[in-house]
């Protein structure tokens, strides 16, 4: 079976809303839109995927009716696993919670670790890598659905991240 059709990750593989309908009496949806929770426990959303690469969405047009321009997710790394090698017009802000690494942005080499907010930019092909001896773990922040509704829609997965755990972190998952 070809990688392309292989089903590696759901998310990647199933029909998403990336922008909701939004229709309704002007007073009613402004109503709406002002009762909703502005706090999202990060910790009540389980993490999916694995062995090699851990992700929960946290906001998104899916989930959250209180926005439809941007989406953020954490996402973990065991060290010395990647994640896919992908590219996407919109960029992005990585924020690095715990671990350290390093990204390959259009072949060139940047490092980071916890603390520092690292930059995507629009259109570039990219790949996540954990570095050092302990998971990588970072919040990614984009406004892709915004990029979706104005019809930017260039996002390709170059290659998966891999379908095996690093050696030593075979029975890691984030959650314990």
Request: charged fraction near 25%; proline fraction near 7%.
């Amino acid at each position: 079976m070809s990688e392309e059709k292989e089903v590696k990750w759901e998310r990647w593989q199933k029909k998403r809303i990336f922008v909701r309908e939004v229709s309704g009496k002007y007073n009613e949806i402004y109503k709406q839109l002002v009762e909703q929770p502005r706090v999202y426990n990060s910790k009540e959303i389980p993490f999916k995927g694995g062995p090699a690469k851990f992700g929960k969405h946290i906001i998104n047009p899916q989930k959250s009716f209180i926005t439809q321009l941007i989406e953020a997710h954490i996402d973990v790394l065991p060290p010395g696993s990647t994640g896919q090698k992908h590219g996407h017009m919109n960029s992005a802000v990585m924020y690095i919670l715990d671990g350290k690494g390093h990204d390959v942005h259009d072949g060139k080499r940047i490092d980071w670790k916890a603390g520092d907010a690292a930059i995507v930019d629009n259109a570039c092909v990219h790949q996540h890598f954990a570095d050092g001896d302990k998971p990588a773990r970072y919040v990614i922040i984009k406004a892709k659905p915004a990029f979706l509704f104005a019809h930017l829609m260039f996002q390709k997965t170059v290659t998966y991240p891999p379908d095996h755990a690093p050696d030593g972190w075979e029975d890691y998952h984030p959650e314990g």
